[in-house]
């Protein structure tokens, strides 16, 4: 089964005798019909060949990112990885048994995660088919993640449809996913042994890859942060709030700023004009009638009307800003509201972040380049989130780059975008690149300290010209962004040893922000209530005293990333009964780095282990409690049960 041009599904696959000798004559230099293995598969044969692979005989040396490389290149689409995981898991159910394996691919190739059946997951790994191998079409050949990317749609590569011989083995059946606007974010896929072929494979991997579009969606729109309108449409009311339904999200100005796939076929777009689009150019029914309804009603569906004269029916949710009109917030203007929200939200007492949010408050409106200072994990992107979320320009994009995480081969492209046939490799639609992208909205470049020179040149031009020109030619296009960069670095000793423009420091620095390190903040305590009440919301849970004594004295080498890390493996530890963490709920190392390091006795007495401090803090309990076991419990703020086990694996 292999999907066309229109993203049908063709039931007859090319024979394996024809596959062979359709091969073996694109190896000769003979033509390749495309009658006989399909256009898409013709196309990524080709594109394998001029790569200079071969299909037969041993795979050259292949990229594979180290264990550093995969952990940045998680972190850099943690959206992607954390709406994916539920449905791979889900989709692994579905497949249990079927000797297979889901995997989630970058749009590099890079494959990100992957799960399922131990006994085909170690026959994979024979080719490389784990977390950190690349699967592009360039390193490769045809296989459905690097064809999947190569052609942006559904496809399944069976056994010898593989160009590499090696590969034949397989069955996969994989499916772009794309951003709400349009922009691909990676691949889903499903591989598994080629007696276990199902047609069926590529209909559920399409449907798997729709609903983490469907959650990515509503994350980004959703109504406490989106200022805007989220429209959900369908032909019939009951397919409202389904999976079918289409989801298209509308500035308060009218423009269309997202959408979902099924939403453009409802309304008869594509994604390049989606971003040219109002809502007022495919709807009949006009803005002010939807704000209208959406204050008066917003949960009852209504019908409207696309120009053609489809009728369907949509219902409205109003974002922040909307819902305070309608008096749901007693607010003097709208920005006044989103600068509470946003910003004051990251207030949790220490007086000098306080005043670095004062400073961000006044600065929001001016669009004045910032270029904002601290240690990694002191939370720097945090801060320009809430800043752009503060700002007039909160209804357009955020686009954050981390310039230290891209290849310098790949920056550039990712920055200034690409012309179709701008170098080897590149899309053949070419790329926006992530200056358009930030057009109307905020540009937020990370680790700018780190920017090859070179790439400093350019981006001096653009922020000089406020255009932009992508690699290969093509025409100059006007561009209109909030630029805040961040940095761990010291720019002036950069400029000094000749690693940084001094122009361009003065062009992106037009005001200075300073954001604390943890170590040298006064709210610790309060920083550990919020965290704790989002990990676990509903549940009163605090930090065990001397533990806490020990936490406020760490000097927390990794900020605010280390301090997020460490709540989260003490909640995944917490029993369900339990109400006061403790040093047992912590990972080994960082108990050794909290613990005081007295120095050995005469006798050569060693200092306390946990197991010791467990042993003392339950005797006092009890002693406390009169030897009472559930009294004793209630002091520690652990279960009856609990405490049982805990006595035993300290009499141990």
Request: a neutral charge; glycine letters at 10%.
């Amino acid at each position: 089964m292999r999907p066309n041009a229109s993203g049908q599904v063709i039931a007859q696959r090319p024979a394996p005798g024809g596959l062979r000798l359709a091969k073996r004559a694109l190896l000769e230099g003979r033509e390749l019909s495309a009658s006989v293995v399909g256009p898409e598969l013709a196309r990524s044969w080709q594109r394998s060949l001029r790569a200079g692979l071969q299909p037969a005989g041993r795979m050259p040396g292949a990229p594979h990112a180290s264990g550093p490389q995969l952990a940045r290149a998680l972190e850099l689409q943690r959206e992607l990885v954390a709406h994916a995981r539920p449905v791979m898991e889900f989709l692994a159910e579905q497949t249990d048994g079927t000797e297979s394996m889901v995997i989630l691919a970058g749009t590099d190739g890079v494959v990100l995660q992957a799960l399922g059946d131990l006994q085909f997951v170690s026959r994979a790994e024979r080719v490389a088919l784990r977390p950190g191998a690349t699967w592009s079409e360039q390193v490769r050949g045809t296989n459905a993640i690097g064809t999947a990317l190569a052609e942006g749609q559904a496809i399944v590569v069976h056994s010898e449809e593989h160009y590499l011989e090696r590969n034949a083995f397989l069955t996969c059946a994989a499916a772009p996913i794309l951003a709400p606007g349009g922009q691909l974010l990676g691949v889903l896929d499903v591989s598994g042994d080629h007696r276990g072929y199902h047609p069926h494979t590529i209909g559920l991997v399409r449907s798997a890859a729709r609903m983490i579009e469907h959650r990515l969606f509503e994350t980004r729109h959703d109504a406490r942060h989106w200022p805007g309108l989220v429209l959900r449409l369908h032909a019939q009311p009951e397919g409202i709030g389904t999976l079918a339904e289409g989801l298209l999200a509308v500035r308060e100005d009218g423009a269309l700023a997202g959408a979902n796939r099924a939403a453009l076929a409802m309304l008869g777009l594509d994604w390049p004009r989606l971003a040219r689009c109002r809502v007022e150019d495919v709807l009949a029914e006009p803005v002010p009638l939807l704000m209208d309804w959406v204050r008066r009603s917003p949960s009852v569906p209504r019908i409207v009307h696309v120009h053609g004269g489809a009728a369907l029916w949509v219902r409205m949710e109003a974002g922040r800003p909307i819902a305070a009109s309608r008096g749901a917030a007693p607010v003097s203007t709208v920005e006044e509201a989103a600068a509470v929200d946003a910003l004051a939200a990251l207030d949790t007492g220490d007086l000098a972040l306080r005043a670095t949010l004062q400073r961000a408050r006044k600065l929001a409106p001016s669009a004045i380049p910032l270029l904002v200072q601290g240690e990694s994990g002191a939370g720097k992107e945090v801060l320009a989130r809430a800043m752009h979320a503060s700002s007039p320009r909160r209804g357009h994009a955020f686009v954050a780059v981390n310039c230290a995480a891209l290849p310098e081969a790949l920056i550039e492209a990712e920055l200034f975008g690409y012309e179709r046939g701008a170098f080897t490799g590149a899309a053949r639609e070419g790329a926006t690149g992530r200056i358009r992208e930030a057009h109307g909205g905020t540009l937020f470049l990370d680790e700018i300290g780190d920017m090859p020179l070179a790439l400093q040149t350019r981006l001096l031009r653009v922020l000089q010209d406020r255009q932009v020109t992508p690699l290969g030619g093509g025409k100059a296009v006007g561009v209109d962004f909030w630029l805040i960069c961040a940095t761990h670095r010291d720019l002036r000793a950069q400029i000094e040893a000749g690693r940084f423009r001094e122009d361009l420091f003065y062009r992106l620095n037009g005001f200075t922000l300073k954001v604390p390190a943890l170590r040298a903040r006064s709210d610790l305590e309060a920083l550990l209530a919020t965290q704790l009440a989002q990990l676990l919301p509903g549940r009163e849970v605090q930090v065990e005293d001397t533990l806490l004594a020990a936490l406020r004295a760490y000097a927390w080498p990794g900020n605010l990333r280390q301090l997020a890390s460490t709540l989260r493996t003490a909640c995944a530890l917490l029993d369900a009964q339990e109400s006061v963490i403790g040093w047992h709920h912590l990972c080994d190392d960082l108990a050794e780095q909290l613990r005081p390091q007295e120095p050995t006795d005469s006798a050569g007495a060693q200092p306390e282990d946990l197991r010791s401090i467990s042993r003392d803090a339950i005797r006092r309990a009890l002693d406390d409690a009169g030897g009472n076991v559930s009294e004793a419990a209630r002091r520690l703020g652990i279960s009856r049960n609990t405490l049982y086990r805990r006595i035993g694996e300290t009499s141990a």
